[in-house]
């Protein structure tokens, strides 16, 4: 398997730190008082539908900041696919502890899982292509680093990790600096100032606006909202000079005819800002 890129484990325990800090300000009133505190349980995390799993690392954090004792034995790893009843996860350790602990890895878990699943479909759709498929900014605020992981995990690549990672003007930046030979001084001021390593993109929603981009010698052009049809005639018009991304109105349904017109790069919102959670449940067994 592919290697995957992973979170910095201080990322991780921030996370996951702030998410046990809203879920259990004060300690867990009901797991605390109904189950003996020499209760012991194993639980094992079961799919309830397929998908591709991204977050084990992050749910054994959850249990571990919550209890040290428990231990977790890792039945599949990131970025291998499950089907209806597989067993993803198993826990064993103080009963009220995993009960504790359940909720806020289950929730990190599905979600990651649920755009790891996502970004494989698109993955797969693209796969006769030369097209790779990114993410996009669109993340869940506070959870982005295990997002952009999570589209990882589904055979994905990121976009910029953030508005200091790269350059990149978009439809109301351009509005506001005009176009032609206007826009062209723009970008070409902008490249005398910033270093040989920063890579430019400038998002264009007609192919008017091509030839002033071209101009100014940018890195990846993206053809935002543009229709199946129209990206060949933009291609040919870019003709090398940049690496072409397309992106807008991008769906499991759409993404191969968009692929199939020679685009380098397909970016995605949908696979991290629309996905419903992956149906996993924690089944637990008392010892």
Known sequence: MKQIHPVPQRVIDQIV???LAEDCPRGDITAGTI????????????????????GAQVFARVMHQVDERIEVNHLLVDGQPFRVGDRLIEVTGPAASILTAERVGLNLLQRMSAIATATAVLVERVAHTKARIADTRKTTPGLRALERYAV???????????LSDAFMAKDNHLALLGGGQALTAALQQVRSQLGHTTAMEVEVDEISQIPAVLAAGVDVIMLDNFAPQDIPAAIKLIDGQAMVE???NVSARTVAEIAETGVDIISSGAITHSVAAIDLGLDVVIE
Do not use: I
Request: contains cysteine; aromatic residues 0%.
């Open 152 to 162: 990882r995990c589904g055979g994905g690549v990121n976009h910029r990790d953030n």
């Open 17 to 19: 730190a702030n998410a």
């Open 246 to 248: 397309a992106s807008g």
């Open 35 to 54: 189950l003996p505190a020499e209760a012991r349980a194993t639980a094992a995390v079961v799919a309830r539908q397929p998908g591709v799993l991204a």
